[in-house]
């Protein structure tokens, strides 16, 4: 099993930024890659990023694309979200998942083990 802490949300203006952190621990060997995910009110659970641990390659949703980095440490065992230029419709719960990607199609799976998930609120 994998846990996961997730960090870093808060409330931000709208055109603010936020740095979100996804702390990985116990067995984590078998992690290939790590994706964000998010929650709206009323909405089901929105892919936003993943990012693979053998080469650093990233996906993004199109909603993010440009505004959002996904990046890794593999010292830290750590994940993180650079969120800019926010916007009130990303206002959610953001969610960190041990994973894989196919990598023919460049398609996140997740996996079972998630985190608790952070609040982000953009006001505008």
């Known amino acids: 099993q994998v846990q996961l802490v997730e960090s870093g949300g808060g409330l931000v203006q709208a055109g603010g930024s936020l740095r979100l952190s996804c702390a990985a621990s116990?067995?984590?060997?078998?992690?290939?890659?790590m994706g964000w995910y998010r929650q709206a009110p009323g909405k089901g659970r929105e892919f936003v990023a993943a990012i693979s641990w053998s080469d650093g390659s990233t996906h993004y949703s199109d909603s993010v694309e440009g505004r959002f980095i996904i990046s890794r440490d593999g010292t830290k065992n750590t994940v993180y979200l650079q969120l800019n230029n926010l916007k009130p419709e990303d206002t959610a719960i953001y969610y960190c998942?041990?994973?894989?990607?196919?990598?023919?199609?460049?398609?996140?799976?997740?996996?079972?083990?998630w985190g608790q998930g952070t609040q982000v609120t953009v006001s505008s």
């Open positions: 116990g067995r984590t060997f078998s992690n290939y890659a």
């Open positions: 998942n041990a994973g894989a990607v196919v990598y023919i199609t460049n398609t996140y799976l997740p996996g079972a083990s």
